[in-house]
């Protein structure tokens, strides 16, 4: 059942999360959706479009995952995987090739999902971790959340929360 449910989110993941990229501009600039979905190009609104999608599928496989002792820290160390593998991925072929390239672009975030998610199915098939280790994964995911909301509404002034086009930041870095 994890095979199938990891698979199938992967999928989830992929779809819903290229689907964020565009979703602030369909909804005519709309706040709510800019909390969940990209609002800019920067590098932390692409992180963004793996987040939203594995904590939304994060609860709806929870019915079906959640009396599995390592659920809490699969869905951590998953999402935390993907959350820094976009970057790293990103900022080195940009280091290598002085440019952004849209297919890499894409590569690393099909790469990091994929990751992400046989990371999750490896820990739900491991024998049962510590309570200690739930109880970091949930300060973890905690952590994540909060990081979502909070940068999109109020994101540091840093290269990774910049826009590459308009050189802003969070909402006001979105061209219009």
Request: aromatic letters at 14%; a neutral charge.
């Amino acid at each position: 059942m994890e095979l199938t449910l990891e698979a199938l989110g992967l999928l989830f993941i992929l779809i819903f999360g290229t689907c964020s990229h565009f979703i602030y501009e369909w909804s005519g600039h709309n706040k709510l959706a800019g909390i969940l979905c990209a609002v800019n190009e920067s590098t932390w609104e692409h992180m963004k479009m793996v987040i939203g999608p594995s904590l939304i599928w994060m609860i709806i496989e929870t019915p079906f995952l959640y009396s599995n002792p390592n659920f809490l820290l699969a869905k951590a160390l998953s999402i935390t995987a993907m959350m820094l593998l976009i970057p790293i991925i990103f900022y080195i072929y940009h280091w290598i090739l002085k440019k952004e390239l849209l297919i890499l672009g894409i590569l690393d975030f099909v790469f990091s999902a994929v990751i992400g998610q046989w990371i999750s199915y490896s820990i739900l098939k491991y024998n049962a971790v510590s309570p200690l280790a739930n109880y970091l994964a949930i300060l973890n995911l905690i952590l994540i959340v909060y990081m979502y909301l909070r940068f999109t509404i109020n994101p540091p002034k840093i290269f990774l929360f910049k826009d590459p086009i308009t050189n802003n930041h969070g909402f006001d870095g979105h061209s219009h």
